[in-house]
């Protein structure tokens, strides 16, 4: 869009800093959920993309009326899922395990589906699409995690990774199905529009900024300040450790999946007014904010946080100055940072089997 | 040793083929298309499934081979044989400084940061101007014998599986070598390979090369089959497919990497045509199905389908046959310092710890020292100082008259100090035999292409004779075969002492050697490390078994809370009030 343009004036960068750190926003609540996910499972969720097409995606349709296959998705990986917790539960067959299977893993999906009948192109409401929306995607992230990564949770990192590519190219597969080749657009949050001097700020850009804050600040308060999200940072440190205190650990995978599918739809729902999302879009979006992640290490949010707004800033002017360039820019501006980490963390033993 | 003949039988089927008379066209595409993965999955079998290091950048080093000769033989008209080295140079030394950057990144970062510069690039390929950007580059010359030109699937058909077949023996010649040990112990046991002076990061760097000079030459054999490259085939998506390939076929295994590729082109193939007829062409179910059997697979099967169908094949490995009449030339006899190991207030802080608190001691040569203390009092500790595996934060160690502040573990190796480690740091998967002869690394010579082209068996056999004699002065001549895993820990610390004898060592030093043993076994040990003192050597042990102890130490040096409290002859330390506080806890 402004290739081309000669020279940067106030108007311009104004307008890129207000693109970079929009964009960064989302890439720092896509990051965040990688951190979380990676750091309770140790899975690198490339699906993280998915996530994010499947809420906007889910979004965009609900908004014209329509019943999205994510529904139908959700009900199905349900039933999977459901059979996945009778196998593991036969041999000590309990009343409240079974009930509890039986709710998570079918009446829920069945009534979020039975909702979004009733209501879709009824209620064309934003905040009931969005509730929706959200509702069908935390599903299949949670529904993701127990059918294919709770199975070999104890497995090597890179076996987990193989599981996740398999998952994000399936995931990818049925998001063609359901939206198709074409891309949709959502309508916006918000329409409001406030200038102040050269300065134009979308009601859209100031949800982002936000709902990535609170986001952000829930994250925080939520892993330092409640006994759950302890629990969940003494899985990510000792599995075995924590299941020896009574932690149970395949619900804190299911917990990170749940938090993390939320997130990622959350972002997709906040960038499709702005540009429009493909059905295979969520990738490269996610592997952005996997950038961020990684210079985070993994492990520390707030530097995650920082990182996305970088990227974020590199990406909107390298568009401006190389836009040629801007993805080969953006890849590489991690290579650095690793270099960094690497130099400065000593080696680790090798991995454990 | 692997026996020949498999591999002879397989070039034979394979050679004849194309020959079979009205064989569709198709299927020897699909047999290319096999051959041209399979060479990109056996780098990645010995730099994942092997080396440890997993990569999701293969397919930018066959874009590296492949645009090479699409430039070269295009734009200046070089004969496409010439290319070939070139190919391989440019792909190789892309690995060396993408190595240089991200093979000493640590666990997770590495996988990460090649998936990093694998996008970067993939888009590189398509900017720029010189290779065509996004249309890339067409009308790529066939190779030429004379005057055949290779323009049918049935003739470059012959230059790839050659290719294929030659890479898979060198490959395998490779791992079954001294560096091949080197190699094997990056994934699981890196801190043992340094201790016995494994170069591990330039082991990690070699077969980065190596894996992305196999995907070099993929690509130069893709660009003449196809005879046009774009970026596409080296993104990112092909990347993790090789990387799904090697997992498919078994990731520790050459062979797995062959396997993979004819699992994965041909399911690939069958999706792409059945499916859409099955269920009427909506959408790509192929991508849906091949993931679903992604993570299908590796539930079922996470170490890949080869090792099940190798235990069904008939052909089983040999044991090498050792020649234990063959020496190794032994430590030059020089005249040993007076003092061999000096600790000067050794210091080691972890945080606000202190493991070590200005520990002094030495050995003695022909000297049975004997460290103890309490659980957490800093024994391991000083001995991973002595070996350099942790840097002392104050304090000087001399082993030999050399100060070792700033030298790596390797150097250490090289003083001739040897160690076993307090928890067992051999490599499960490797042979007993193997694993000792790691410890003999340092006095072989051969290195990467010797070992490639067999040039290396004299050495070999020398290395493999000198464990095998160490592994019968233990004791353990029946095992000699058996995997490291299946032992008994107790057995397995006796492995851990051969490997160290492997050094030919001045200082041996032993971290709970007796631990595990039973009462005989624990005898014959003391007996054997007397032995190895009348013998000339030295021994610095961590032991908590205060019989076999005092039975065998000449010096006793007692350490509690990391602080040194006692010194002296095992006489002396049994009635030490100290020490019997430090131990019992009270005022005896």
Redesign the interface.
Known sequence: MLEGEPALNTTILLFLLQDGITNGAVYALLGLAMVLVFAVTRVILIPQGEFVAYGALTYATLAIGQIPGTAMLAVVMGLVAFAFDLFAARKAFRIKTILRAIAVDIVFPVVVLALTWGLAGRYNAIPVNIALSLLIVAAIGLFLYRIAFQPIAHTSVLVLLIASVGAHLALEGFGLIFFGAEGLRGPAISNAMITIGQLQITGQSLAVYGITIALIVALWLFFDFTLYGKALRATAVNRLGARLVGIRTSLSGQMAFLLASVIGAISGILIVPITTLYYDTGFIVGLKGFVAAIIGGLISYPITAAAAIVVGLVEAFSSFYASNYKEVIVFTLIIPVLVLRSLAAPEVEEEKE | MTQRWPIVLFALVMAALPLIPEIPPFWLVLLNNIGLAALVAMGLVLL?GVG?L?SFGQAAFCGFGAYTTAVLSTAYGVSPWLTLPLALIVSGLAAVVLGL??V??????L???T???S??LY??FG?LEFIGRNDGISAIPPLEIGSWRMLDPGSIYYVIWIAVILSAVLTTNLLDSRTGRGIRA??????AAEAFGVNTARAKLLVFIYAAVLAGLSGWLYAHFLRAVTPTPFGVHAS?EY??IA?VGG?GYIWGGVLGAVIVIVLKEILQSYLPLIFGG??????????????A???LA?GGVWPWLAGLLPFKRRPPRIDTSLQLAARPATELPPVLLQLEGARKQFGGVVAVNDVSFSVKPKEIVALIGPNGAGKSTTFNLITRVLDSSAGRIIVCGTDVAGTTPQQIARLGVARTFQHVKLIPDMTVLENVALGAHLRGRSGTFASMLRLDRGDEAKLLAEAGRQIERVGLKDQIDQLAGSLSLGQQRIVEIARALCVDPVLLLLDEPAAGLRHMEKQQLAALLRQLRDGGMSILLVEHDMGFVMDLADRIVVLDFGTKIAEGTPDAIKTNPDVIRAYLGAAA
Do not use: D, M, N
Not at chain 2, 186 to 191: D, W
């Open positions: 994942t440890g997993t950057i991200t000493r990144l640590s666990g997770h970062y996988p990460l940061g998936l990093a510069w996008l970067g888009y590189l900017k990056l994934r699981r046991g890196h801190i993790i990387l799904f997992v990731a909506q959408g790509q179910l192929e991508l849906i199905v091949f993931g679903l059997v992604l993570v697979l590796v539930h996470p």
